[in-house]
């Protein structure tokens, strides 16, 4: 119990015993932090690069996720300490920001944090340590600015930016058609850009998935692609020139809002009903056709009786289409969602030059409805193919992470080389910067340097190789040569010889601003974590 006495030496009570229980202060507080987010970083650290490991993630439902972005893993994963909460968010923030090197940031902040909590060994006073961090993190982030490249594309010349999310997906369950894949997500994303700008709507692009076949069969489609099929089998299956009339209304008689019941208690009282509700359907089908429709899309379902009537006015129609959905098809074919049948007209209409059902497997039940030629031409689907659902989702994954990398080369066509290339460059430069600073901050200085070592030492540990050989070649070179575009050539390297190679003549590189953020957002995060020197947990009253 917490006990402060007043100047009559009377005692009273600041913190409850219960809430004193669950306390802690100072280094004990540090050190506990530091270890529950080391462990956080832990769990990555064997998913970073291209021979990264896969984790598999079982929900209390039974779901299973086999995925290595960590990002999606760390979401996942039930994480109550709440430290280790802020790795979480961190890598979070990542991926919001920049779509890829969610797995390298919970690293590099693992990494920071192991050096720090040998600082703190020495006696060293946590601030003293962070400020350290965040001054070498600025002459990493100058020495980034200073060894990047700037890449040259435009819409006749897209092989950079190919290289550039080949290389995203070299880590991905993509990698064995990454030259396919790559393809498809800059073009997917050239597709929507405003190149002048430098902009890209991501709204515009949409990802669809279909179990059954193999990645390969991968597609970009110029228009929309929804899991749905026509509401009637002897509707046609391919219509041309179509007009949509986008309904958020469904088709039944309308029901009063308040608690009623109805009593019949003869057959003309039910006929008379009856006839009433053909009545509302025939009304409704009307209005649709007189505007001129020629495929109705419906958020709601509806019934055999509005489907038959449907089918015998010549009007295709599909039914329990979702928010999502309708939304993109009302951008796609430039048509207005209706929300009442008595505001139909033909001006509110959308327009798409085939609308077409095709079928996948053998046994013929597995549909979807392709829109393509749609009056807004920028609107394009990926539909994305795997043997099962696991593979479907964890594909549509990699190439969200592939479309962000080729949109932050849109914004910004700065890159460095990967392969762990950056990372020692930006050691070396941050050792030789700490050689001119005097007083304790040079040794928080020299840990942000190794920890940098640590990516390309993980890299080198997922693919079987000896990491301190393989760093200390890759350190000898880049001094001998004098370039900071030597890495680990991973993917080629031979028996017998380190894999210390030129990234540049391989292709690999990453954008600047992901790498750049990476070492902002891991510092930030590690000051952050160093400055809390008391845990209270509000224990029970």
């Known amino acids: 119990m917490s006990m402060v006495y007043d100047e009559y030496g009377r005692p009273f009570v600041i913190l409850k015993e219960q809430q004193a229980k669950a306390r802690m202060k100072g280094m004990d507080a540090t050190k506990s932090n530091i270890l529950a987010a080391k462990s956080i970083a832990r769990i990555l650290r ?14 209390q439902d039974g779901d299973v ?15 109550n300490h709440q430290v280790a909460k802020l790795l979480v968010e961190l890598s979070g923030s990542q991926d919001d920001e920049v779509g890829d090197g969610t797995t390298g940031v919970v690293v590099l902040a693992g990494a920071l944090l192991e ?25 990493a982030s100058q020495k980034l600015d200073e060894i990047s490249d700037t890449i040259k594309f435009d819409a006749d010349n897209i092989q950079p930016l190919i290289s550039t999310a080949s290389t995203t997906l070299n880590s991905k369950i993509l990698h064995a058609h990454k030259d396919k894949m790559a393809e498809i997500a800059v073009k997917a994303v050239l597709k929507v850009a405003d190149l002048e700008r430098g902009d890209v709507n991501f709204d515009m692009i949409r990802m669809e998935g279909k179990p059954g076949g193999s990645l390969e069969e991968t597609e970009l489609v110029n228009g929309i692609v929804i ?38 208690s003869s057959v003309e009282d039910y006929e008379k009903l009856y006839k009433q509700e053909q009545e509302y359907f025939r009304d409704m089908v009307q209005r649709v056709k007189d505007s001129g429709t020629t495929l109705v899309i419906c958020q709601w379902g509806f019934d055999d009786e509005a489907n038959h009537l449907l089918l015998q006015n010549g009007l295709p129609a599909v039914r329990w289409v979702g928010g999502v959905e309708i939304e993109h098809i009302a951008i796609a074919t430039g048509g207005r969602i209706v929300p009442r049948f008595e505001e139909i007209s033909e001006d509110k209409l959308g327009k798409a030059g085939v609308v077409r059902e095709v079928t996948f497997g053998t046994n013929g039940k597995e549909r979807m409805l392709v829109m393509e030629d749609c009056d807004n031409s920028n609107a394009i689907t990926i539909l994305v193919r795997g043997s099962n659902k696991m593979i479907v989702e964890e594909a549509k994954r990699s190439l969200h992470d592939a479309m962000c990398v080729v949109r932050n080369l849109i914004k910004d ?25 005097t007083g304790v901050d040079q040794y928080a200085i020299r840990a942000f340097a190794d920890a940098l070592e640590d990516i390309p030492m993980a890299l080198a540990e997922n693919s079987g190789l000896s990491p301190m050989e393989e760093v200390a070649s890759l350190k ?6 004098n370039s900071p575009v030597i890495g680990l050539g991973i993917l080629d390297n031979k028996e017998g010889e380190t894999c210390a190679a030129d990234m540049r003549e391989l292709g690999v590189f990453e954008t600047l601003i992901g790498k750049q953020q990476q070492l902002h957002l891991a510092s930030q995060v590690v000051k952050m974590i160093l400055k809390i020197d008391d845990v209270i947990s509000v224990g029970p009253q």
């Not at 995925?67 to 996942?76: E, S, V």
């Not at 040998?118 to 001054?135: D, Y």
């Not at 000898?476 to 040569?481: D, P, S, T, V």
């Open 46 to 59: 064997t998913s970073l690069g291209p021979k990264g490991m896969d984790k598999m993630l079982v929900s």
């Open 65 to 79: 996720t086999i995925t290595n972005d960590g990002a999606t893993i760390l979401q996942q994963m039930e994480v």
């Open 115 to 139: 050096q720090a909590e040998k600082l703190l060994q020495k006696g060293i006073h946590p601030v003293r340590i962070a400020e350290g961090l965040e001054t070498a993190a600025q002459v």
């Open 227 to 264: 899991d749905k099929e026509f509401s009637h089998p002897q509707m046609p299956k391919i219509l041309k020139d179509a007009k949509v009339c986008i309904l958020t209304c469904p088709f039944e008689p309308p029901k009063p809002k308040t608690k009623h019941k109805l009593n019949i």
């Open 413 to 437: 066509n700065r890159v460095v080389y990967g392969g762990g290339s950056a990372e020692i460059a930006c050691s070396l430069a941050i050792r030789q910067y700490a050689d001119h600073v």
């Open 476 to 481: 000898a070179c880049q001094l001998a040569q």
